[in-house]
């Protein structure tokens, strides 16, 4: 069985898209062709939106099915005209809020991921490049630091880092443990003043191994002993250290950053 | 008026609390003080998140709305003990697809953000590494680039770039446009041959002298004058070379991602 569906949005489009790929797959055996229509954020807009959508099921024949996460009423109006499957994001959460509130909604365009101010803006960009600057070591003054990172190179460290300081502004740095650190059992001083801070990564030894392979082919750092022998020191290290640890190697990016938060007690609202 | 949000979830919950927040930012006036409760996958962690909720309400007195994303029925059941006006992500769009499609859904937990395969966060990985390495024209070499974005220094490209890479998987390069390439006004010879995955940034000159200045005060660089002069050469250039382009002043980094990819028609899923 084949299926159309549509993601419409007055913004990107993104928060549609999230909850209509979770819901899809629960359909096993259903080939869903998916389009994506974002920024429908005028009357007239919404109507260019519907004739894409009749002409995509036109030329297809298939059924279509809308993921809307449009605010405006009035745009609501005109896509429901394009004959497709209509489920909307927020609609079901207005009347019983308005219920427990005892109060009207005023609808606001694009509140999830636009028209963000300044400041917050800034403030993933200056922790973006905080990131940077404090990636793999490079800059080792962690003061500014609200999350530290340490584990071994290619552990997963340097994208979780962007993640937290493109999605949450957090300024996040990383260390790469030594072979120095890992021999002596010790994390180096100008950690442990910062102990609050620390988290820990880990990887499945022998997934490290394929990912530093295709970073060096051949090299002593690839080879699956060399890479056992880092991995189970650095467990050994955080486990005696007590830091929170997580392991990268069955987790996406977001679980990883989740949990990091969690473990460091970090409530940050998501940009 | 105040209201506690608990945002529930069997994976990191960032689904639940974007929508959750732009339905609470509707309702003007309201003071929500919200807590997220993630990783909630077993009937057991459905108990302590009930209890969890349970004390919040006792120690603060205030009625507690539940905005849930569990696919799991027995850990909604379980949920929906706490006392908390239950809002679930999913549950609305269940009966219209099951009627739509003819079949039952099969409930999988925790699809929007996690247990994804090793594909897809290689993927992220690869391109993260691949922005590191082709930020800022450090390397020029872009045969495999899918996005390469333009524009003066600090007007965006980096954390753009990183963006796509994180989310999209995409392979986005960015090349900073020079003095000298805006008094030619001419895009450099290696960028020719890409012409189709060009698209430029721009920002507002004052904007522009406001971050410059934090970056490097006093400096030539951060003067107003100089910064007018680079965006209005900037912008004539991309004109004349018919570029798409986007203003990064009013927008957020999940709007400016999203315009790039309908610019370039590039239909990729978000993971």
Known sequence: MRRLVFYVSDGTGITAET???????????????TVRIPFVDTVELARMAVAKIEA????????PILISSVINPDITAVLSESGALVLDVFAPFIAPL??????????????AHGLVNFDEYEARINATNYALSHDDGIDVNYAEAEVILVGVSRSGKTPTCLYLA????????????????????????????????LHGLTIDPVRL??????????SRYAKPEQCRWEVAAAEKLMRVERLPWVSTT??????????????????????
Not at 22 to 27: A, E, G, M, S, V
Not at 103 to 109: A, D, I, K, L, T
Not at 176 to 191: A, I, N, V, Y
Request: aromatic share 6%; no cysteine; hydrophobic share 35%.
């Open 56 to 63: 995509h099921v036109r030329s297809s024949g298939l059924r």
């Open 209 to 218: 191994a394929q990912v530093r392979e295709t970073r060096r082919p051949g």
């Open 250 to 271: 069955n987790s996406s990016i977001e679980e990883i950053a989740s949990k990091i938060l969690s473990a460091l007690d970090i409530q940050r609202h998501m940009y």
């Open 166 to 197: 493109l999605h949450y502004g957090i300024r996040a740095a990383n260390y790469p443990l030594t072979e120095e650190d890992l021999e002596k059992q010790e994390l180096p001083h100008r950690l442990l003043a910062y102990r609050a801070r």
């Open 19 to 33: 909850i209509g790929h979770t819901i899809l797959t629960q359909f096993e055996g259903v080939e869903f062709q």
């Open 98 to 111: 308005e219920d427990e509130l005892g109060m009207q909604r005023s609808p606001r365009v694009g509140k």
